[in-house]
T-cell receptor, first 114, second 111 residues
Framework: AQTVTQSQPEMSVQEAETVTLSCTYD???????LFWYKQPPSRQMILVIR??????QNATENRFSVNFQKAAKSFSLKISDSQLGDTAMYFC???????????FGKGTSLLVTP | DGGITQSPKYLFRKEGQNVTLSCEQN?????MYWYRQDPGQGLRLIYYSQIVNDFQKGDIAEGYSVSREKKESFPLTVTSAQKNPTAFYLC??????????FGSGTRLTVV
């Protein structure tokens, strides 16, 4: 079974600073997808960023970028210029190409302070 | 606008009762999912359906049942056999590109 591990239950960062959230995963497959989802206090799940394992280039979406280390099975999320609206739970998720459903980590609660 | 609608937003269940959570999508997605979210546990898969009239158990299916009679609808019934049903329930759908679209969730509380 695939597992996704987020080792930081809680983190905080000051506004305008940069923060990195960690995620590791376990799989024997070579082709898969990785995701970061954001869940703000409204509890609506929002896709932040997605990475295909066959792509060596790290995905970037505005202030959000990832550091994808395939050999190390690591997929960290970097948030630059943190904003108060970034306060949320962040979930790392994984699916094999032949998989049927996303596997989620337990989440990291991020607090952005003024 | 296309999306997933979950209802109700809040639901209260008495001991021994069955309750049904609604999930409707107008995205024309084939695959639909139910997840349960508890504090500190992340999202755990209850059931999923990849096509109409077919569904499969996820990791924590005991005490739950589903149906998939229409492509748009994937209701979840929490039965009296589920001993600890208080949780936040999320429904999701997926086209073919592995990204989920989520509903806004239902908060179920046992009273």
């Amino acid at each position: 079974a695939q597992t996704v591990t987020q080792s930081q239950p809680e983190m905080s960062v000051q506004e305008a600073e940069t923060v990195t959230l960690s995620c590791t995963y376990d799989t024997s497959e070579n082709n898969y997808y990785l995701f970061w989802y954001k869940q703000p206090p409204s509890r609506q799940m929002i896709l932040v960023i997605r990475q295909e394992a066959y792509k060596q280039q790290n995905a970037t979406e505005n202030r959000f970028s990832v550091n994808f280390q395939k050999a190390a099975k690591s997929f960290s999320l970097k948030i630059s210029d943190s904003q108060l609206g970034d306060t949320a739970m962040y979930f790392c998720a994984f699916i094999n190409l032949a998989g049927y459903a996303l596997n989620f980590g337990k989440g990291t609660s991020l607090l952005v302070t003024p | 606008d296309g999306g997933i609608t979950q209802s109700p937003k809040y639901l209260f269940r008495k001991e021994g009762q069955n309750v049904t959570l609604s999930c409707e999508q107008n995205l024309n997605h084939d695959a639909m999912y139910w997840y349960r979210q508890d504090p500190g546990q992340g999202l755990r898969l209850i059931y999923y359906s990849q096509i109409v009239n077919d569904f499969q158990k996820g990791d924590i299916a005991e005490g739950y049942s589903v149906s998939r009679e229409k492509k748009e609808s994937f209701p979840l019934t929490v039965t009296s056999a589920q001993k600890n049903p208080t949780a936040f329930y999320l429904c999701a759908s997926r086209p073919g590109d592995y990204g989920y679209t989520f509903g806004s969730g239902t908060r179920l509380t046992v009273v």
